[in-house]
């Protein structure tokens, strides 16, 4: 199975961060894994932000949740990410995963104005 994030490298300050996840190779709806958000910022180790499943259910971060959206496009075969009013705390290098084995390459997201 292959990743691809992508979308806009800079953002502006509380404006709305939106990602694509791409997948190749594998289904995100008959590969029965949930498929994460997970963000690294500088200096900081990963964060896991949500996830949505198989199924279609989807789980999100606590700290996140109020202003996080993970849907998909089973069409289309991708998974989309949304952060609402972000500031440059969400500075950061964004993944996503299938499971916990199956990354994509990651894409650097600023939030600056």
């Known amino acids: 199975v292959q990743l691809q994030e992508s979308g806009p490298g800079l953002v502006n300050p509380s404006q709305t961060l939106s990602l694509t996840c791409t997948v190749s190779?594998?289904?995100?709806?008959?590969?029965?894994?949930?498929w994460n958000w997970v963000r690294q910022s500088p200096g900081k180790g990963p964060e896991w932000m949500g996830s949505?499943?198989?199924?279609?259910?989807?789980y999100y971060s606590p700290s996140l949740k109020s202003r996080t959206s993970i849907s998909r496009d089973t069409s289309k075969n991708q998974v989309f990410l949304q952060v609402n009013f972000v500031t440059p705390e969400d500075t950061a290098v964004y993944y996503c995963?299938?499971?916990?084995?199956?990354w994509g390459q990651g894409t650097q997201v600023t939030v600056s104005s």
């Open positions: 190779g594998g289904s995100i709806v008959t590969d029965r894994w949930n």
């Open positions: 949505i499943a198989w199924s279609g259910d989807t």
């Open positions: 995963t299938r499971g916990w084995g199956s």
